[in-house]
């Protein structure tokens, strides 16, 4: 019973260390499984160079018991490392599969996310198109019936907000807002310049 619990444990513990070395070896990045033959070669030559020297000396010292169950657990770990390596090689294999899946749906998505995007620009463009406009139709409204001193204030509203405009990236937005400054302008001082000269 003692030396069951003992091969359990000696056979946990190498299949921790195995697991920690695929960890180490491949990490979190996908892009490391493409190392696995190359690391099931190299594992593969260390694993028959050591059942070989393993093999002579089961053979030399076959009455030591201890020495037996130190070499069976070996050739268990072995085993052990045989079958992760081909569990690695599944994973990997599956993993590549799902990239190739997903690749598509990634692709639609970030065309989506810059259509989104593109949308968002032309709302904000939109949005302040709409408010110059409303300061054009406020000045308008003021001047037909005849309350020259609120066309005054939208005329100042308006040109506050085109130097705001003057910043932006959006060539075509601050020209039309410094267009509209500059026809309000010209027929508030048709209007006004008599009382101005």
Same mark, same amino acid.
């Given at each position: 019973?003692?030396?069951?619990?003992?091969?359990?444990?000696?056979? *946990?513990?190498?299949?921790?260390?195995?697991?920690?070395?695929?960890?180490?070896?491949?990490?979190?990045?996908? %892009?490391?499984?493409?190392? $696995? %033959?190359?690391?099931?070669?190299?594992?593969?030559?260390?694993?028959?160079? &050591?059942?070989?020297?393993?093999?002579? +000396?089961?053979?030399?010292?076959?009455?030591?018991?201890?020495?037996?169950?130190?070499?069976?657990?070996?050739?268990?770990?072995?085993?052990?490392?045989?079958?992760?390596?081909?569990?690695?090689?599944?994973?990997?294999?599956?993993?590549?599969? +799902?990239?190739?899946?997903?690749?598509?749906?990634?692709?639609?998505?970030?065309?989506?996310?810059s259509k989104v995007q593109q949308l968002e620009k032309?709302?904000?463009?939109?949005?302040?198109?709409?408010?110059?406009?409303?300061?054009?139709?406020? &000045?308008?409204? $003021?001047?037909?019936?005849?309350?020259?001193?609120? *066309?005054?204030?939208?005329?100042?509203?308006?040109?506050?907000?085109?130097?705001?405009?003057?910043?932006?990236?959006?060539?075509?937005?601050?020209?039309?807002?410094?267009?509209?400054?500059?026809?309000?302008?010209? &027929?508030?001082?048709?209007?006004?310049?008599?009382?101005?000269?």
């Open positions: 019973m003692k030396m069951a619990d003992e091969e359990a444990k000696t056979s *946990a513990f190498t299949r921790n260390k195995l697991i920690s070395f695929i960890n180490a070896e491949f990490g979190d990045d996908v %892009k490391q499984l493409a190392r $696995a %033959k190359e690391l099931l070669e190299k594992l593969s030559t260390e694993k028959d160079i &050591i059942e070989e020297k393993l093999s002579l +000396h089961v053979t030399a010292v076959d009455g030591d018991s201890s020495l037996r169950t130190t070499l069976q657990t070996a050739q268990e770990a072995h085993k052990q490392i045989d079958f992760l390596v081909l569990e690695e090689k599944e994973i990997s294999g599956k993993t590549a599969e +799902h990239v190739c899946k997903v690749q598509p749906v990634v692709e639609q998505f970030l065309q989506f996310s032309y709302t904000h463009y939109l949005t302040w198109i709409l408010k110059i406009d409303e300061f054009s139709s406020s &000045i308008r409204s $003021a001047l037909l019936i005849k309350t020259e001193n609120r *066309a005054v204030e939208h005329y100042v509203q308006l040109t506050t907000f085109s130097r705001i405009l003057d910043s932006s990236s959006c060539r075509q937005l601050v020209i039309y807002a410094n267009d509209t400054v500059l026809y309000w302008y010209k &027929i508030l001082l048709e209007k006004f310049g008599k009382y101005v000269s």
